[in-house]
């Protein structure tokens, strides 16, 4: 669990020309591992360019050979367990076993108003993500599978031949509040947070590690409620949004690094700079922490 490690989060944005050069940038940059949103369209970008999010993986997939891919993060929104499951176990097959499969509840918005839900309640919205992440769960790891929940179904649901990694792709489960951190507790390998939940007041990194420590105090009772060792448990922390200035220089994210690995997480994610808002940024700085910090004395 020692050593920080070091992820991307590319937005797919672009067609696969360019950003097949970006995804395998990343990978030369050195990062461990790179991510994309799983949504249908995405807040003010929704009438922009917006591709899908296990195509664009496993294209992602085949123009790398080292980085772990990863959904941040796919939600019972639009998704449904059988079909998803499917869809990781072919994922994790051609990556060669680099997929990690981020899970989270849904903000609702779009992804569900396009389908005609009704949106749910926060309690609702918490018992859905519950039988997603377990039925999910259950499909990754039995070749077959039968569930009756509120909101999934499977029956006589066929996960064959499974995943390449066993007991199953991991999964990296983004909690806040204590029922979703309970369900991290269980079933996830990566705690993921993005800071304050929902969208208020964005926070410089340095102000907002007060809060995050906290949020990783909550993670390790989690844990140890259940009996399991809070050490097993990676701890993620998503920069950009509600935790900005991070990548705006090398010291800045130097700094930044070193600030959450004291507060107790094990991974620090940041954006693709990008032209315009959101995560405006110089690919100059990007670069320049590649060869800083991602691969010291490497070429640059």
């Not at 672009?14 to 970006?22: N, P, S, T, V, Y």
């Given at each position: 669990?020692?050593?920080?490690?070091?992820?991307?989060?590319?937005?797919?944005?672009?067609?696969?020309?360019?950003?097949?050069?970006?995804?395998?940038?990343?990978?030369?940059?050195?990062?461990?591992?790179?991510?994309?949103?799983?949504?249908?369209?995405?807040?003010?970008?929704?009438?922009?360019?917006?591709?899908?999010?296990?195509?664009?993986?496993?294209?992602?997939?085949?123009?790398?050979?080292?980085?772990?891919?990863?959904?941040?993060?796919?939600?019972?929104?639009?998704?449904?367990?059988?079909?998803?499951?499917?869809?990781?176990?072919?994922?994790?097959?051609?990556?060669?076993?680099?997929?990690?499969?981020?899970?989270?509840?849904?903000?609702?918005?779009?992804?569900?108003?396009?389908?005609?839900?009704?949106?749910?309640?926060?309690?609702q919205r918490a018992q859905r993500f519950e039988e997603f992440v377990e039925l999910t769960d259950l499909l990754l790891r039995s070749p077959v599978t039968d569930y009756t929940g509120r909101y999934f179904t499977a029956v006589d649901a066929r996960t064959v031949p499974g995943s390449v990694?066993?007991?199953?792709?991991?999964?990296?489960?983004?909690?806040?509040?204590?029922?979703?951190?309970?369900?991290?507790?269980?079933?996830?390998?990566?705690?993921?947070?993005?800071?304050?939940?929902?969208?208020?007041?964005?926070?410089?990194?340095?102000?907002?590690?007060?809060?995050?420590?906290?949020?990783?105090?909550?993670?390790?009772?989690?844990?140890?409620?259940?009996?399991?060792?809070?050490?097993?448990?990676?701890?993620?922390?998503?920069?950009?949004?509600?935790?900005?200035?991070?990548?705006?220089?090398?010291?800045?994210?130097?700094?930044?690094?070193?600030?959450?690995?004291?507060?107790?997480?094990?991974?620090?994610?940041?954006?693709?700079?990008?032209?315009?808002?959101?995560?405006?940024?110089?690919?100059?700085?990007?670069?320049?922490?590649?060869?800083?910090?991602?691969?010291?004395?490497?070429?640059?």
């Open positions: 669990m020692s050593g920080l490690r070091h992820g991307v989060v590319l937005l797919p944005e672009h067609r696969w020309a360019r950003a097949r050069e970006l995804w395998a940038r990343a990978e030369t940059f050195g990062f461990d591992h790179a991510w994309t949103y799983d949504h249908l369209t995405w807040r003010t970008l929704r009438d922009e360019p917006w591709f899908g999010t296990v195509p664009t993986l496993t294209a992602a997939a085949t123009a790398t050979s080292r980085i772990r891919l990863g959904t941040l993060v796919a939600s019972p929104a639009f998704r449904h367990p059988v079909t998803f499951a499917k869809e990781l176990t072919a994922l994790d097959d051609i990556s060669g076993g680099r997929l990690v499969c981020g899970l989270g509840a849904g903000a609702g918005g779009h992804d569900e108003e396009v389908l005609g839900s009704k949106p749910p309640s926060p309690s990694q066993q007991p199953r792709v991991p999964f990296a489960v983004a909690a806040t509040g204590p029922r979703g951190m309970r369900l991290a507790a269980r079933y996830a390998d990566v705690w993921v947070t993005a800071g304050q939940p929902g969208w208020g007041e964005p926070a410089r990194y340095d102000h907002a590690v007060p809060h995050l420590a906290g949020q990783v105090r909550a993670m390790e009772e989690a844990c140890a409620a259940i009996g399991r060792d809070p050490s097993t448990v990676r701890r993620l922390v998503v920069t950009g949004a509600m935790i900005r200035h991070v990548s705006d220089s090398v010291s800045a994210y130097q700094d930044a690094c070193g600030l959450f690995e004291a507060a107790g997480f094990t991974d620090v994610v940041i954006h693709w700079p990008r032209d315009g808002f959101p995560y405006q940024g110089r690919i100059e700085v990007l670069e320049d922490i590649a060869h800083t910090v991602l691969t010291p004395g490497g070429a640059p």
